[in-house]
C-alpha cells in the first residue's frame, strides 16, 4: 500500500463553516490526509513581517506563517490546499498572494479554493485528486511519448469523446453528446475503433477521465481513471507540442471551467469551476439554439460581429439569455450578439478564474469551445496574446488518457 | 454572579479572572463545549456543521462570508445572554484570539450597542500596566449587580 500523500491546509474559517469534515473526506477518498502545518506561535508575527503582507486576521496571519514554513522547508509536505470563506475580501487577498509566493518559490502543487457552509466533499474531490496525482504520479506524468495501442474516453457534462492512438500517432476519434453514461462512450468508443481500423481487443490499454471516469473506467477495465486536470494539462502540451517550460491551459467545458498553470506537462496551480453556466459552453450552446445555428456554426458568426455593440453580462445564465433576448428585441444582428455571447464568456472566465493563477505564453486552448474562433479571439483579446489551439484541442482528455495509459501497457 | 462576555472569547486568563471574581465568563469555551457535547454530530473539530452559518444569519447578512456567520452563530447566543463585557484590545495573540478580524468588529460593536456595562482595556505591555489591569478588571466586577466577590 502506497503511503498517503500528505496536503498542507493553510486556510481561514472552515472550521467554522462546518465544512472542514468535507475537506477531510475529500482527502480521505483518494488516499491523501489533510493536515496544519505545525509552527510556533512566536514565528507568526515575524513570518507575516517577512511576508509583507499586513493583514488583521489572526487565522490570515497563521495561514502566512504556514505557507512560509512549507516554502522554508520547515515543514514536508506533497501539496498544499488554500481555502478561505467566499466573499472576504482580505482573505482572498492573501489566499492569491500566498498561491503565488508559493508557486514560485516550491515546487509544490497548490489548489485554492474559496468556499462556502455549501461546499461538500464531492465538490473538492477533483481538486484533491488532481494535488495526489501530481504528488503521486509525477513519473507517469512525465511521459512524453504515446507507446503501443491505448485508447482515451473524456466522459465529459456534455459530450463524450473516444480516442485511439498508435505509435505516438492518433488513429481514430469518436464522439457522442453524453446522454446515458455508458451508452455514449460506448458509442464514441465504436466510432473510434472502427475509423482506427482495430478491435477492442487491439488495445493495450485504456485510460478514462471526466465526470463519467469512474463508471465508464469500471466499465471498459480502464488501467487509468483520471481526474481532468492532470489529463488536460498533459494532452494540451502534449498536442501543442510544448512539453518542457511554461504553459497556461484554458478549458472552457460545457459545465465547469479549468485554468491550470503548468511546469514541464505538470499542473502547478489550478481553478476549476465557474461561478455558474453563463461562464460555460453550456451558454454557447443557449446561444446557438437563440439564434437558429448549429454550435459549430458560433464561432464563424461571431468573428463577423462587433460584441461591443452589445451589451452582455453572461454572469448568469438566466440574465445573460435575458441580455440576448433583448439585443435581438432591439435589432442587434446575429453576428453582434454571437460575438457578444462569445466576448462575455471568455470576459468571465478571466475575471473569475485567470486571475487565480499566473498566465505564462504560450497560452493553450482545449476543449470542444476552442472550436468556436469567436471565444479564442475574444480571449486573445482580454489576455493580449494569440492563444494556441493544437489539432485535436476537442479530444484533449481522450488524448490526455490515451498518451498516459501507454505507461500502464505490459512491459512498460 | 453576573454573565460577562470575555473579549477575545479565546481567553482563558480573562475568562479565569472573571470566574476567580465570583461572575460566570462567556466566552468560546462555553459556546464550543455545547457543540462538542452534542450527541450525533460528527463534524470535526469544533462539530460545527453547516446548519451553524445558517443560524448565524440572525446576526450576519447572507452575504457576510460563512466564517464569519458559523462564529456568530456561537458567539451571537452569549452576547445575548451577557449582562456585561470585558474588552481587551491589541491583545497578543497568546492572550486570546478569534482568528476573522471581521468577526471582531461585529462582536464589538454588538456589545457597544448592547447597552450593558463594558470595561475596555488595552492589553498590558509590562508590570505596571499588568497591576493596573488586573485592579481595573477586579473594580468593574465587584461593581457589577447580582454580587461577585470584591
Known sequence: MSRKVRIAQLSCGPEYSGVQKEIYDAAESVDAEVFFPDIALADVEQAVDAFGLDVRSADLKLMIARGKALVDGKVDADGVFIGTCFRCAEAAIVRNELRRYIHEHSRLPVVSYSFTERTTAGTLLTRMEALTTIARRRALLAREEQTGITMGVDSGS?????????????????????TEVIKSAEGAVASALEMAGLAREDIQAVGTTGYGRFLIGRHLGADLIQEELTVNSKGAVYLADHQRGASTVIDIGGMDNKAISVLDGIPGTFTMGGICAGASGRFLEMTAKRLGVDITELGPLAMKGMGKNVPMNSYCIVFGTQSLVNALAAGSSREDVAAAACHSVA???????????????????????????????????????????????????????????SGFIKGE | MAKVFIYPATSLILSDLVARFGHKPLGAALGIRERIQTAGVDSPPLQITPEEPKRGLKYAAVEVPSGVRGRMAIY????????????????????????????????????????????????????????????AVKKFLAGLENGGEA
Open chain 2, 76 to 135: 451571537g447566543p452569549l452576547l445575548e445572554e451577557a449582562e456585561a463585557a470585558i474588552i481587551v484590545t491589541d491583545a497578543d495573540l497568546a492572550f486570546g484570539c478569534m482568528g476573522c478580524a471581521r468577526t471582531d468588529e461585529l462582536i464589538l460593536f454588538s456589545l457597544r450597542q448592547s447597552g450593558i456595562p463594558i470595561l475596555e482595556l488595552k492589553y498590558p505591555t509590562n508590570e505596571e500596566e499588568g497591576v493596573q489591569f488586573v485592579a
Open chain 1, 347 to 405: 470576459e468571465q472566465v478571466f475575471e473569475q478564474q485567470l486571475q487565480e493563477i499566473d498566465i505564462k505564453e504560450p497560452v493553450i486552448m482545449v476543449g470542444g469551445t476552442s472550436l468556436i474562433e469567436g471565444l479564442v479571439y475574444a480571449m486573445g483579446q482580454l489576455l493580449q496574446t494569440e492563444i494556441l489551439v493544437p489539432p485535436h484541442s476537442q479530444y484533449i482528455g481522450a488524448v490526455g488518457s490515451a498518451l498516459l495509459a
Open chain 1, 158 to 178: 456534455s459530450t463524450t469523446k473516444a480516442v485511439v492512438m498508435k505509435d505516438n500517432e492518433i488513429v481514430g476519434t469518436g464522439w457522442l453528446p453524453t
